[in-house]
């Protein structure tokens, strides 16, 4: 769309009253300061779809942006006058991303000064302005409508100002009635990044200005519907539906029919009928009704879904029914765009979601798009609406000033939630509402409980800034720890003080609106939050933060695609990567997180026996019956498929139990070789959501688990060594290498100086060496906010304690007896740390029959592993082979596809595997420790100077094409360059990687503590 200074006659365009100037200037700083709700917009009703006419006016705007509102000029713009200094802006979309400034990202810390409601000078203002059509249709009445403007709009058509918009992710509507003219008309709009309204919407994400929903023109018939609220309910125990549908225009009734053809139902509006034999919605089951809504000017269709949710002794219940959310909390963003998703977009993660066997969304923390709920009602999820509401930068004064209970906001607020509740009241995906997120406590927010619980008693009311609720329905909490998350499950949490507040809590179900953060490699400790949620009937489940990583896409100068966060856009403050959190990446790819999720929620517990001749299956799910899923099992050897088919299963009721034969024979047909029998369930047609094959949920077992290899030893071999008490170790048949430097020893060549391996075969070996330390991930960075947030981070205390800087002093190198016969080599070392008393023993152990080489390595404490007295936990145990030629691929029999450490890996499997060495780390946006396959039992990389094979007791394999340094040094992907090496990472044991970026650390089963190790690996070249 195209605009010019003609493009409305003078002599048609309305006159401006006089109290409305177009000057921005000192009144419209006083309008942004304003507290007060939006002026000049309609009653917040339901988004409905409506046979009258509607024209689109996303498009091609005219665009130019300011510094400050006192710096805007006042040039007849609004008339579509002057715009020589516009340029080309997409509608809907976030300025910053189309080369408009830039975007800044704060979790909690507001980035102007906190003096509400002022805002601050430097506070850019964009001007936008289009030109469209109106037809006869839209007269002699129409609505102009703005479903997210970021964070303050003021309106013109044809100069005329409408009104303003408060709340960006709220839709606002004008009445243009004798302002719309036939033909060509102008519509202008100027967005203010910051206002008072800004103090209600520190959300943790980017701040993003702009007109980034959709915006629409809507002809308004005579006798037409103005709103629609329906109730559908559903009696579980009689099976009837309940129905009663409220029709009105200017907050008045009037009479409509209300039509369900399925039903072969027709009533009245404002009537109630009872429904006999409708089959229920829910997550499982999302049963729609197609509806129509209509008069004889206006038909709205609607799309019913029956359903009812009750608290009942502590127990949240849909349909009768104990439920479980298993959740992500949603906030919409997309790497290129901003704010502005696209519609496909939105479609395809709910898809994603649904084949992960997620089941719910918290739209943290505003709502939504208005059409991402139709597709929730339709694809199945349990939806926590939350209002567009947080005030979290007031938390570190104390929460004074806090607009959640200064009564000058109360009007804002209880607008806020009036349009949250208004626009959505009709999805039966919408399971309870949410007062807003981290906005302290307050009696504007018992004002917002008290007004919904009016407007809508159906459904309950959520908040977590309160940990008394006594304004809510379920008792809910944010990274509560799963010992804390047992006690409340069980009901033997601490009292409150008040006890009559205290028996109200103790009657709500609870909920962990967020837990398990997803962010960089990790969560750990997922299955043990499962567990409780299973075994407490109190426990809802939870919400995991969060869904999407908010990532900016950019392109380095190689071609490389890679995301940037806080602080690459030289903000004056920000937080950083924490805004770079999620089970998928901003281009919605799965995360390793994901793919262990899915595995923990899975609907269906298939149990493999050991001896492969049944399975069981534990239904999860609360409605549905597994009459859609078919079930597969296969037998693998590192041969490949030895075995597989359909197994029969007759369909299993929600929540029961059944055992299945499987063929006979099946360990017999693997013989003695290692085999993997699994078993799983998958889609047995297409669904809305997934294709026929899709996997829902699988079970293995081990048939013929594999030992550890042996490697017998030849005899001594070392000529000349010296022992650790100062003589040598003569042994016959020593070999010494061309010079008097290097001792061999089968396939391996060391330094006779340092005992240090130098060559494995044809391969060369730069460096093999004890290592206790990880790059950091960004659960080690994480502060203990609940606990201490003063004290050292884990990444501080390793530094500190100096885990990445060991050093290795040979003692001696001798000839030992081998228990096999022969002899072997044992080299013993100290590994100390520059000005550190404590430091480690580490005797390696070499044997060889002439092909393989065993290394035996031990591992024990020396000295008081304390630093600045506290314990010194490690990261790992284990060795980096440091091989001086590059990968080029991995294979592996072990747990894959994925990585996995200690706490996490759900969702890997027993298998052989075959990789790119290039993609076995993770690209987190920050680069940290990643891509260790667990239970490995062999392994071959292929290198560009040969193969090397590895196995051993089942250990953690890392390969990387750069060292732990570098990953260390890394801020982004790009800074990562191969330096030519292999870097191999043998791990006897691991640290878990835990949520602690923000919530619980790592468990006690997964720490490691300063121990005695004692490991084999067995090596094999080929170059």
Sequence with gaps: ?????????????????????????????????????????????????????????????????????????????????????????????????????????????????????????????????????????????????????????????????????????????????????????????????????????????????????????QSRPDNGIDDVFVHAGYDHLTGEGILAVEVTRAGEAIDAVVRVAELELELPAGSEQRIPAVEPWSAEVPRLYAATVSTDGEAVELQLGFRSIAIEEAHFKVNGQRILLRGVNRHEHDPRLGRAVPREVMESELRLMKQH?????????????????????????????????????????????????????????????????????NHACVVMWSLGNESGTGR??????????????????????????PYVDVYSRMYADQAETALIGQGIEPALDDPELDARRRAMPFVLCEYVHAMGNGPGGMTEYQELFDRYPRLMGGFVWEWLEHGIARTAEDGQQYFVYGGDFGEEIHDGNFVTDGLVDADRNPRPGLLDFKKVIEPLAITVAEDGASFTVASKFDFADTSGLRFRYSVEADGGTLDGGLVAVAPLAPRSETTIQLPAGLAARAG????????????????????????????????NPPGAPQVRATEAVVAGAPDPAGGAAGAAGAETGAGTDELLLGPAAFSRATGALTRLGGLPVDDLRLVLWRAPTDN?????????????????????????????????????????????????????????????????????????????????????????????????????????????????????????YP?????????????????????????????????????TLQLDAGNLAISGHPFALTVRPYSQAALDDATHQPDLVPDGRTYVYLDHVQRGVGTGACGPGVLEAYRIAQREADFTLVFEANG
Aim: hydrophobic share 40%; glycine share 10%.
């Design 444 to 469: 504007n927010l018992a004002a917002m409980s008290r007004w919904t619980k009016h407007r809508d008693p159906s459904r309950p009311i959520h908040y977590e800034g309160d940990w008394s609720s």
């Design 903 to 939: 706490d996490t890996g759900q969702g890997t499997r027993k298998g052989w595997y075959s990789q790119a060495a290039a993609d076995m780390a993770v690209d987190y946006v920050r680069p940290q420790e990643s891509g260790a396959r667990a239970a490995v039992h062999s392994a």
């Design 1 to 217: 769309m195209s605009v010019d200074s003609s493009t409305v006659p003078a002599d048609s365009r309305p006159a401006t009253p006089a109290n409305r100037s177009l000057d921005m200037g000192a009144d419209g700083v006083r309008d942004l300061e304003s507290m007060a709700p939006a002026d000049g917009a309609l009653p917040a009703r339901a988004y409905l779809h409506s046979n009258a006419p509607r024209k689109v006016l996303n498009g091609t705007w005219k665009f130019r942006l300011h510094g400050g509102a006192r710096l805007a000029p006042e040039d007849g713009w609004q008339l579509g006058r002057d715009l020589a200094g516009f340029g080309d802006l997409p509608v809907p979309s976030s300025w910053p991303m189309h080369g408009h400034g830039t975007p800044w990202y704060t979790n909690v810390q507001y980035p102007f000064a906190v003096e509400p409601p002022h805002v601050p000078d430097t506070n850019p203002i964009g001007d936008h302005v289009v030109e469209f059509e109106a037809g006869p249709e839209f007269f002699p009445r129409s609505v102009l409508r703005f479903d997210g403007i970021e964070s303050a709009g003021t309106v013109w058509l044809n100069g005329t100002r409408l009104g303003t918009t408060r709340g960006s992710r709220l839709a606002h509507e004008f009445d243009v009635t004798n302002v719309l003219v036939p033909g060509r008309n102008i519509l202008a709009v100027r967005v203010a990044q910051f206002s008072a309204a800004s103090y209600l919407e520190d959300q943790d994400m980017w701040w993003l200005p702009g007109i980034f929903r959709d915006v629409t023109l």
């Design 357 to 425: 066997n997620i089941n719910a969304i918290r739209t943290s923390h505003y709502p939504p798009h208005p059409e991402f709920l139709a597709l929730a009602d339709r694809l199945g999820f349990y939806v926590v609406l939350e209002c567009d509401l947080e005030t979290h930068g007031f938390e570190s004064a104390g929460w004074q000033q806090n607009p959640s209970h200064d009564p000058r906001w109360e009007p804002a607020l209880l607008d806020r939630m009036r349009r949250t509740v208004e626009r959505d009241k």
């Design 672 to 703: 003695a070789a290692a085999a993997v029998l699994t078993v799983l369930a998958e889609l047995a047609e297409e669904t809305e959501w997934a294709d026929a094959g899709h996997e829902v949920a699988w079970g293995q077992a081990f048939l």
């Design 780 to 900: 080690d960075h994480g502060v203990d906010w609940w606990g201490n947030p003063e004290a050292p981070t884990l990444a501080q205390r390793w530094v500190a304690a100096g885990l990445n800087r060991l050093h290795s002093r040979l003692i001696g190198i001798r000839a030992v007896p081998d228990p096999d016969g022969g002899e072997a080599v044992e080299i013993r070392t100290r590994v100390g740390i520059a000005d550190k008393q404590y430091g480690v023993f580490v005797d390696y152990t070499w044997t060889s029959d002439g092909e393989r080489l065993s290394l035996r390595t031990r591992v024990q404490q020396d000295g008081d592993w304390r630093d600045r007295g506290r314990d010194v936990p490690w990261a790992r145990i284990g060795l980096e082979l440091v091989l001086g030629t590059g990968a080029r691929h991995v294979d592996w029999f072990g747990q894959g596809r994925h990585q996995a």
